[in-house]
Nanobody, 115 residues
Framework: QVRLVESGGGLVEAGGSLRLSCTTS????????MGWYRQAPGKQRELVAT???????NYLDSVKGRFTISRENALNTVYLQMNSLKPEDTATYYC?????????WGQGTQVTVSS
C-alpha cells in the first residue's frame, strides 16, 4: 500500500521560510509526477506545484518566484521550499503522487503564516 508522509509544516512569520518534505513508502514504482496542493479553511484544494520524473515543473501563479519544488526520483521524495511566505499561504499542504491513472495523497501538514 502506497503511503505518503508530509513533514516540515509549522508556524512562521510573514516573510519567513519553510521547507516541506514528502516521503513515500509501500511502492517501488517511479511516480509520473509528484506535487503539493493546499487547502485553506472554506476554500477548495488548489494545486501549488508539481514536478514530473523529467523535472518539468508547474506552479500556482501566486507562488511563482517564492516557492521551489524539487524531487529525488530514486527516493520518490518531493520537497517544497517556501520563501517570502505570506499570510495567504496559510493552509494545510498535501503531498500528491501520480502513477498512471492512480492518485495518492498524504494526510497533510499545516502551514500557518502570521502577519
Amino acid at each position: 500500500q502506497v503511503r505518503l508522509v508530509e513533514s516540515g509544516g509549522g508556524l512562521v512569520e510573514a516573510g519567513g521560510s519553510l521547507r516541506l518534505s514528502c516521503t513515500t513508502s509501500g511502492s517501488r514504482v517511479s511516480f509520473d509526477a509528484m506535487g503539493w496542493y493546499r487547502q485553506a479553511p472554506g476554500k477548495q484544494r488548489e494545486l501549488v506545484a508539481t514536478v514530473t520524473t523529467g523535472a518539468s515543473t508547474n506552479y500556482l501563479d501566486s507562488v511563482k518566484g517564492r516557492f521551489t519544488i524539487s524531487r529525488e526520483n530514486a527516493l520518490n521524495t518531493v520537497y517544497l521550499q517556501m520563501n517570502s511566505l505570506k499570510p495567504e499561504d496559510t493552509a494545510t499542504y498535501y503531498c500528491n503522487a501520480v502513477f498512471r491513472s492512480a492518485l495518492f495523497w498524504g494526510q497533510g501538514t499545516q502551514v500557518t503564516v502570521s502577519s
